[in-house]
């Protein structure tokens, strides 16, 4: 079974402050995501990583930053966390492959709330 | 225009009931179709591919109309247990490895006794 972890299920933080969330998966996946969640917003992409040092923009990477120094490591970073990032932040992983291999699988999630 | 769209619901059903839900896509060239499940305060997880010839597992048939751009999913006999968000999932990288899936805001779902 794929698993991907996340470093913490619930995260309180304060307004400013340097945040870190890791994220990792055991399956040798070369794509990692990072995504928020937020009612009635659904899913929205903020970075992906295709391979180690290698990062893209999602849809909405203003406020945030990504590390991948590991293939089965991908860091997302808030450098000044503001109350409007409070969020529930999903890490996934796929396989590199034909398009039939796109599945992605989710970690469970961080609840952060920035006060 | 988003590239997924959805009917945000709430559908809710009665135990046995049929429901279907609808998804619409907007990009032509997309490649992977999938719905997802997601529970109350869980991480979405992979329910089934769609595959173009239409395909079932179990109470579940999925079906997609390339030309109309429009993926559907059936859930027969209703359990307590479907309850969930159901998402609509499409690749749009045009036969690239990237990857990206793209997200519809998805369906919610309550089934009650």
């Known amino acids: 079974d794929v698993k991907v972890t996340q470093s913490s299920r619930y995260l309180v933080k304060r307004t400013g402050e340097k945040v870190f969330l890791e994220c990792v998966q055991d399956m040798d996946h070369e794509n990692m995501f990072w995504y928020r969640q937020d009612p009635g917003l659904g899913l929205r992409l903020i970075y992906f990583?295709?391979?180690?040092?290698?990062?893209e923009k999602g849809d909405i990477p203003e406020g945030y930053s990504v590390s991948r120094e590991k293939k089965e490591r991908f860091s997302l970073i808030l450098e000044s966390a503001s109350t409007n990032q409070t969020s529930m932040y999903l890490c996934?992983?796929?396989?590199?492959?034909?398009?039939?291999?796109?599945?992605?699988?989710f970690g469970p999630g961080t609840r952060l709330t920035v006060l | 225009r988003k590239e997924v769209e959805q009917d945000p619901g709430p559908f809710n059903v009665p135990e046995g009931a049929t429901v279907a839900f609808n998804c619409t896509y907007s990009n032509s060239a997309s490649q992977s179709f999938f719905w997802y499940r997601q529970d109350c305060r869980k991480e979405p997880k992979l329910l089934m591919s769609v595959y173009s010839s239409g395909n079932e597992d179990g109470r579940f048939t999925a079906q997609l109309n390339r030309a109309s751009q429009y993926i559907s999913l059936l859930i027969r006999d209703s359990k307590l247990s479907d309850s969930a968000t159901y998402l609509c999932?499409?690749?749009?990288?045009?036969?690239?490895?990237?990857?990206?899936?793209?997200f519809g805001r998805g369906t919610q779902l309550t089934v009650w006794p």
């Open positions: 996934a992983s796929s396989l590199v492959g034909d398009t039939s291999t796109d599945t992605q699988y």
């Open positions: 999932v499409v690749n749009n990288d045009r036969g690239s490895t990237l990857g990206r899936l793209y």
């Open positions: 990583s295709y391979d180690v040092k290698m990062k």
